[in-house]
């Protein structure tokens, strides 16, 4: 069963535009969520991250917010660019300190493509 | 360097060959992972080291996967007489902290074809 869902493949805007990526989630024993991001023939890059006792984190251009309640997390960039263009995951993880050893779920990824 | 490495960054395996991947994480990094991502998907979790333990190998998909850590650092994932559904990158992150820090620095991968 896929617990983290990124239900849109792909994602084109127009530069200087916002940006936004949505995540869905199903299993309650997430507490952590994070953004990657992945450029052609290299590892997911960490973008940004929110713990589930906060419904907002922002860190420049990049936000994400958390809504518990809906089991949905999503990424805003504002103002686009045309480097920003690349694969984003969202991922989840239960409990680092746990059994779980911090391991993550990850969606399938949203192709951004930012136009100039 | 800094940042986590792979080699080899490509494999081209015949059905049946035994294969070994390897990762060297960033130095101090209690926390090791590896991830096996199909194409057009995201990771997916395969097994866990902390320091030199295998703490988790629930994602393993078969016996015929195997890793190991002896040392705690350089890490090496090894799968035997491979087949086709084996065709993947495989990603390896690492940690700073032993279980207790979300944040994983991934390595560039290692791109396996099995043919």
């Known amino acids: 069963d896929q617990q983290v869902k990124q239900n849109s493949p792909s994602l084109s805007v127009q530069e200087g535009r916002i940006s936004i990526l949505n995540c869905d989630y199903t299993?309650?024993?997430?507490?952590?969520f994070l953004w990657y991001k992945k450029y052609p023939a290299e590892g997911p890059t960490f973008l940004i991250s929110?713990?589930?006792?906060?419904d907002k984190n922002e860190d420049g251009r990049f936000t994400v917010f958390l809504n518990k309640s809906a089991k949905h997390l999503s990424l805003h960039i504002v103002p686009s660019q045309p480097g920003d263009s690349a694969v984003y995951f969202c991922?989840?993880?239960?409990?680092?300190?746990?059994?779980?050893?911090?391991?993550?779920?990850f969606g399938q990824g949203t192709i951004l493509t930012v136009h100039p | 360097g800094a940042g986590v490495s792979q080699s080899p960054r490509y494999k081209v395996a015949k059905r049946g060959q035994d294969v070994a991947l390897r990762c060297d994480p960033i130095?101090?990094?209690?926390?090791l992972f590896w991830y096996q991502q199909a194409l057009g998907q995201g990771p997916e979790f395969l097994t866990y080291?902390?320091?030199?333990?295998?703490?988790?190998k629930s994602g393993l998909p078969s016996d015929r996967f195997f890793a190991e850590r002896p040392e705690g650092s350089v890490s090496t994932l090894k799968i035997q007489r491979t087949q086709q559904e084996d065709s993947a990158v495989y990603l390896c992150?690492?940690?700073?902290?032993?279980?207790?820090?979300?944040?994983?620095?991934f390595g560039p991968g290692t791109r396996l074809t099995v043919t």
């Open positions: 080291f902390q320091n030199e333990a295998q703490l988790d």
């Open positions: 992150a690492s940690s700073l902290l032993g279980g207790n820090s979300y944040e994983q620095y």
């Open positions: 130095s101090g990094h209690v926390s």
């Open positions: 991922a989840a993880s239960a409990g680092a300190g746990g059994t779980s050893y911090g391991k993550l779920t």
């Open positions: 299993n309650s024993m997430f507490d952590y």
């Open positions: 929110i713990s589930s006792i906060k």
